[in-house]
Nanobody, 126 residues
Framework: QVQLVESGGGLVQAGGSLRLSCAASGRTSSSIAMGWFRQAPGKEREFVAA????????RYANSVKGRFTISRDNAKNTVYLQMNSLQPEDTAVYYCAASYSTSSYYSLSRLWYKYWGQGTQVTVSS
């Protein structure tokens, strides 16, 4: 079992930045791929970014590529999402997700991830 706790959300003006953190606890000694998803009101939960357990492979949704950066510190069991040049359309609840995997594998599908955090609200004002 893995428990995930997100932090770092908040209100920011368009063009601003936020850094989200997701701390993992529990059985974290095995390889765990991690991802960030977001869900805006009335919309489906969508993929934002993912990182393999080895941290050498990452993937981004086209809508955030070049603005968001996912990274992880395995010593701290924490994954980060640095969000720059935020726009009102980035407003959503952001969720951290994790699942056991090989060192280099991750998924873009929310159905693949077994563990989820409670979410953190990000609001971008225009």
């Amino acid at each position: 079992q893995v428990q995930l706790v997100e932090s770092g959300g908040g209100l920011v003006q368009a063009g601003g930045s936020l850094r989200l953190s997701c701390a993992a606890s529990g059985r974290t000694s095995s390889s765990i791929a991690m991802g960030w998803f977001r869900q805006a009101p009335g919309k489906e939960r969508e993929f934002v970014a993912a990182i393999a357990a080895s941290a050498d492979t990452t993937r981004y949704a086209n809508s955030v590529k070049g603005r968001f950066t996912i990274s992880r510190d395995n010593a701290k069991n924490t994954v980060y999402l640095q969000m720059n040049s935020l726009q009102p359309e980035d407003t959503a609840v952001y969720y951290c997700a994790a699942s056991y995997s090989t060192s280099s594998y991750y998924s873009l599908s929310r159905l693949w991830y077994k563990y989820w955090g409670q979410g953190t609200q990000v609001t971008v004002s225009s």
